[in-house]
């Protein structure tokens, strides 16, 4: 169950600013820098909510940079019983390093997280192109996104 050479899965560190965290979320959406200190207390406020906030990334070791991440956020709901659903969230695999099988990697990690905490499901939004992705990592297609932005 190899990543490949120089590759390692981790959680999130508190210093992965300066191994650009960001600039890989930016193939996603606007991910501009945050200062050190907003970075560390976003970081303290995921770890404050233990149980909620789970981040992992995939760590090329020789440059020392992210080359792919991933999160679940666990949702504990009054319905089904008091069940628990993951929410999957910002995956990206750096541009140099798609097609390795690295977003797989991290979906299924992320699926483990959310078995082993007692998710009943996992549900996620994404665009059209990433639906044959999410259908190789066992995922269907079922109802709409909403959005409105404020
Ligand atoms: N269309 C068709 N098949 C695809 C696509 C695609 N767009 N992307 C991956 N696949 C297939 C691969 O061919 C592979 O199939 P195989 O097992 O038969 O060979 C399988 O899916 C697994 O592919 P990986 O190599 O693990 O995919 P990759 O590491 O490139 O990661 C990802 C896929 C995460 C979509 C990546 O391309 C990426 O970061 N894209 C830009 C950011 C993005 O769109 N992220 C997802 C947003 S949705 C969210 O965050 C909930």
Known sequence: DSLGQDLILRPLASDDHTRGHLDLLSILTAAPQLSPTAYSDIFAHHKSCPSTYFTIVIVHESTDTLVACGSIVLE?????????????????VAKSMQGRKLGIK?????????????????ILDCSKDN??????????HKEYQMVRYL
């Open 76 to 92: 504990r709901k009054f319905v089904r019983g008091g069940g628990l659903i993951g929410h999957i969230e910002d995956i990206a």
């Open 106 to 122: 991290i979906i299924n990690t992320l699926e483990a997280i959310g078995r082993a905490k007692g998710c009943y499901k996992i």
């Open 131 to 140: 639906i044959p992705f999410y259908e190789k990592c066992g995922f269907k």
